[in-house]
């Protein structure tokens, strides 16, 4: 059954794959649907997701997953580092559309 | 913005514009793909399904400005849908005999279980598509998330999960194409029935439809409520009232009211339970005073006033848990009604029980009231409504005494009967407490005789040699007469024939205790204050002093010899009651006198200015008396020896006739009766009477009896008892009693004159009974008269607008 010690497989369309902590990847709204057991898609079966979005910006997402996984239980003033400083300008937009998709 | 078109024109790596699908054309194509999918998940075949290219389409559709026809397009599929489970699902499951059920009768066994499978396997199949609409609701929401997201707020419409519920209420539970609605309404109703009615009905299901119905809320517009709450509530309520006020006239109907109430205990408790379980608790108050309004608040009285079952008879049979019942659920009755009712018949009922013992007291005493009256056997002595003279036994001289002694003693039954219940059945309840009271209040006033009545039982406890009594128990008896008697209006009335009742006892030495007497003062003097018990005081003062100047006399008459002992109680007049006080004396013989004035001697030599009045008939003496066979000590009362010293000197064949005795002793005519009476007439004859006969006559010849014979060496003879007053007594001290109020009238009113000066007449009034109340209820025009008589004597006069009076210092 599903918990958070399961790991579940990302894949980009340009064929990179991530094998990401169950938790970490429910942190996309889009991802912890797909992957809802009662709901019982493909993909809550296969625990393979595919996306349509290139490696280098499904990675940016899943860092900004582990980094909210990482940051939960910490109040807003206390986290010093900014996760805007770690996007590259050049991904931006592309990383937008994703993140709007995912629902993260 | 411009710091990124800056970054683009200095030839960095480009970034990427958002690849773009190819949008028109696909748009349409798109949606058939996922109202196709959208089927397939209604059809539980979810798992065959993409989520992330299902989810991209609707994604796609939404970003593209296709939201309104994804949205339309979803709500079609689902009532489709709908329509579809209502046709095959639900409506084969319709159950026969609903829709026509409601208030119906009791059916049968076998019929009530069909019946309630019946309405059980509907409802499971409306549970079924329930939980079936609402399980592919929740998959097309997960997929159509991002139109939840984006689309539904700007286009200002309800989120797809929420249209589910709309439509699940429009194709389904208020379809238009099938009778779901009042199959199931009907169904539910039928299923509670059926339980009422003690069959077993499978309360999940109901359950599961009531969560139903408590889920779907109709729209703002209709109001916002829950269906439940629209549509079932109030049907189930009707339903319930229905059922209850004719089970209520049903049971009522029996006559039983202890099961009548059993019943509706139980009837509240499963309701509670029924609405705990499967129904709402939003209903359970409403059911509950539902329930009270249709079982207890109209037939309160009913209940209360039932023949063999009702108050009377469970106060009767001392059914506490059936009157504590009664109590509780009584509480439940809104505005207060059921206590109020509760009251007013505790109420009746205390004071028919308290009537029944001042009948029952009445007639006894009319018994002893008229002797000479012919008695009749023939009436039932239990009937107590009988015409007075009903007791069939020989009266006994006693037996007003037992009627009064019985009086005082029922009363304290009851108290302590209501008292107990009180505390037991009707926890303490004030308002009861007071009902009770008033109750006991009025009849104990009622009785005419009841101060004198509770003097007497107190003196029975307080007296020697009745009974032998532990000192708890006269402590109890008293504490409870103390409770009787603060339900007495008259207690001044109550002191007169306290103090009569005092004096005897320590006159005659009979008190059993001087701290229990004390006790006793002291209790009243709680209840009374001050005043009230000065004077018993004052009586316990005059008997000490008495006590020590006693012995002070007898080393007096050691120097001045006199031919017998004698001690003397000196009382001051003020303070004992005028009947003992203001007997008149008689003259003593010469042997007597001589005692007499040694004691004034000495007397007077102690104190100056003080009279001295012998009461003969308050004294008591021994003599020793030879007969033919043997002598014996008498004791006898002062009056008695007087008398018997007259025999002294008088041959024993010769006689005294009554008239002579009365003038050598000047007795009075009562006295002296009672006194010849007690010498040759009761136990111990020690003078012979002729004719002979219990009653005394003025003609009668007395003569002394030498041939007297006892086996005791010492005889005590009493006086012929008189404890309880004769009418005639009582009238004289109704008299002094009525002197007495003048004087305490005029006293309260010139004390409050004094200290307001101008008052109106009203308030003097008022003033007066107000002040006057502890002791007794001035009547009004008594006051009136009082006022003016000190009119007319000058202490008050009327001012000009004649309504209010001034005080003349």
Not at chain 2, 254 to 277: C, F, I, K, M, W
Request: proline share 3%.
């Amino acid at each position: 059954m599903a918990n958070d010690d399961d790991y579940v497989l990302l894949e980009s369309n340009d064929g990179f794959k991530f094998v990401v902590s169950r938790k970490v990847a429910c942190g996309s709204g889009m991802l912890k649907s797909m992957l809802d057991d009662e709901a019982a898609f493909s993909e809550s079966r296969s625990k393979v997701c595919h996306l349509d979005y290139r490696g280098i910006i499904l990675l940016k997402v899943i860092e900004y997953l582990s980094y909210k996984v990482q940051y939960a239980d910490f109040n807003s003033e206390d986290i010093i580092e900014d996760f805007a400083d770690r996007i590259d300008p050049y991904i931006a937009l592309e990383l937008l559309t994703a993140a709007d998709f995912l629902d993260t | 913005m411009s710091m990124n078109l800056g970054a683009a024109k200095r030839g960095k790596p480009k970034i990427r514009p958002p690849k773009k699908p190819d949008p028109q054309t696909s748009i349409k194509e798109t949606w058939i793909k996922l109202a196709n999918a959208i089927r397939e998940i209604q059809n539980h075949n979810a798992s065959k399904l993409s989520f992330e290219e299902h989810y991209r389409y609707a994604y796609n559709m939404v970003l593209f400005k296709n939201g309104d026809q994804l949205y339309a397009g979803v709500k079609g599929l689902i009532s489709e849908h709908l329509e579809k489970l209502a046709e095959e699902k639900i409506v084969p499951t319709f159950p026969r005999s609903s829709g026509t059920s409601g208030t119906g009768k009791r059916r049968s066994g076998a019929e009530a279980v069909e019946s309630a499978m019946e309405g059980d396997r509907f409802l499971k199949a409306v549970k079924t598509v329930w939980e079936d609409h609402t399980g592919s609701m929740r998959k097309l929401k997960d997929v159509l998330k991002y139109m939840d997201k984006v689309y539904t707020p700007a286009a200002g419409v309800p989120q797809i999960y929420d249209v589910g519920l709309t439509l699940f209420l429009q194709h389904i539970v208020r379809s238009s194409r099938h009778s779901i609605h009042t199959h199931l309404i009907a169904t539910l109703l039928s299923q509670i029935q059926l339980e009422r009615d003690g069959e077993i009905i499978t309360r999940s299901t109901v359950r599961d439809c009531i969560d139903i119905l408590l889920r779907l809320t109709l729209s703002e517009r209709e109001g916002g409520k829950s269906v439940y709450s629209t549509d079932f509530e109030p049907e189930f309520l009707r339903n319930s009232a229905d059922y209850y006020r004719a089970e209520a006239l049903e049971i009522i109907e029996r006559g039983d009211a202890s099961r009548y109430l059993q019943n509706v205990e139980r009837r509240l408790s499963e309701e509670t339970d029924r609405t705990a379980h499967y129904l709402s608790s939003l209903t359970h108050s409403q059911l509950h005073s539902l329930l009270v309004e249709h079982l207890l608040t109209p037939h309160l009285s009913t209940i209360l006033s039932m023949p063999g079952s009702g108050l009377v008879s469970m106060i009767e049979h001392d059914r506490v848990s059936d009157l504590r019942r009664l109590y509780t659920l009584f509480l439940h009755v809104p505005k207060d009604a059921g206590r109020i009712a509760l009251r007013l018949a505790l109420r009746a009922d205390a004071e028919d029980r308290g009537r029944t013992i001042n009948e029952n007291s009445a007639l006894s005493e009319s018994g002893s009231a008229g002797p000479a009256e012919e008695q009749t056997m023939d009436v039932d002595p239990d009937d107590v409504k009988g015409k007075g003279k009903a007791k069939s036994q020989v009266v006994s001289g006693g037996n007003a005494l037992l009627a009064a002694l019985k009086w005082v003693q029922d009363s304290v039954d009851l108290k302590d009967r209501f008292d107990r219940l009180l505390d037991e059945a009707f926890g303490g309840d004030k308002s009861l407490q007071m009902s009770i009271n008033e109750a006991f209040q009025s009849f104990i006033n009622a009785n005419p005789r009841s101060p004198e009545y509770l003097s007497l039982y107190i003196d029975e406890h307080l007296k020697k040699g009745t009974k032998t009594k532990s000192e708890d128990e006269i402590e109890a008896a008293l504490d409870k007469t103390t409770t009787l008697f603060r339900f007495l209006q008259d207690k001044d009335k109550f002191e007169r024939y306290y103090k009569i009742h005092l004096a005897r006892r320590l006159l005659y030495g009979r008190s059993v205790s001087d701290d229990a007497e004390k006790g006793m003062v002291a209790k009243l003097k709680v209840e009374m204050g001050f005043q009230f018990t000065q004077k018993l005081e004052g009586m316990f003062t005059d008997m000490r002093l008495s006590t020590d100047s006693a012995h002070l006399f007898q080393q007096f008459t050691q120097r001045h010899q006199i031919p017998f002992s004698l001690s003397v109680n000196v009382l001051t007049a003020s303070y004992w009651p005028p009947t003992i006080v203001s007997a008149s004396t008689c003259t003593f013989g010469p042997l007597l006198s001589s005692g007499q004035d040694t004691f004034e001697k000495y007397y007077a030599g102690r104190h100056s200015g003080r009279r001295l009045v012998w009461q003969g008939g308050l004294g008591t003496a021994d003599v020793r008396v030879r007969f033919k066979a043997r002598s014996h000590d008498l004791n006898v009362s002062t009056q008695a020896l007087v008398v018997l010293l007259l025999f002294e000197n008088v041959p024993t064949d010769e006689s005294l006739a009554y008239t002579e005795i009365q003038s050598s002793t000047n007795l009075p005519d009562a006295d002296l009766r009672r006194t010849l009476q007690s010498l040759a007439c009761g136990k111990f004859r020690v003078l012979t009477k002729t004719p002979k006969g219990r009653e005394v006559d003025s003609t009668d010849v007395f003569s002394f009896n030498e041939g007297f014979t006892s086996n005791l060496a010492r005889i005590k003879i009493m006086q012929v008892a008189n404890k309880v007053e004769s009418n005639k007594e009582r009238e004289e001290t109704q008299e002094q009693v009525a002197e007495e109020r003048k004087h305490q009238i005029e006293a309260c009113i010139v004390r409050i004159m004094k200290n307001r000066k101008i008052m109106s007449h009203n308030d003097l009034v008022s003033e007066v009974a107000h002040q006057l109340s502890s002791r007794f209820n001035p009547p009004l025009n008594l006051v009136k008269k009082r006022i003016e008589g000190l009119i007319d004597r000058e202490y008050l006069e009327r001012t000009g607008d004649m309504a209010t009076y001034k005080y003349l210092a």
